[in-house]
């Protein structure tokens, strides 16, 4: 969801977020979900997905604002 309209483009997601900044209707919150395919093993899975998440931290709080 971005600015209240559901989309997996990424060029449309900008259109929409620029859209609310521009009539200042942006709510200020931030999603941002990971999963694991069906891994047949799934420790090694996991811990990719936190090796990813340990790299990923400081763009992903800056991207939302954060840190």
């Known amino acids: 969801m971005v600015a209240g309209q559901s989309t997996a483009n990424p060029l449309l997601a900008k259109l929409y977020e620029a859209r ?3 009539l200042r209707t942006s709510g200020g919150a931030a999603l941002i979900a990971l999963a694991i395919d069906n891994a047949e093993d799934i420790q ?6 936190q090796e990813f998440l340990i790299a990923a931290r400081r763009p992903l709080n800056a991207s939302v604002g954060g840190e």
């Open 20 to 22: 609310a900044r521009v």
């Open 44 to 49: 090694r899975a996991s811990a990719r997905l």
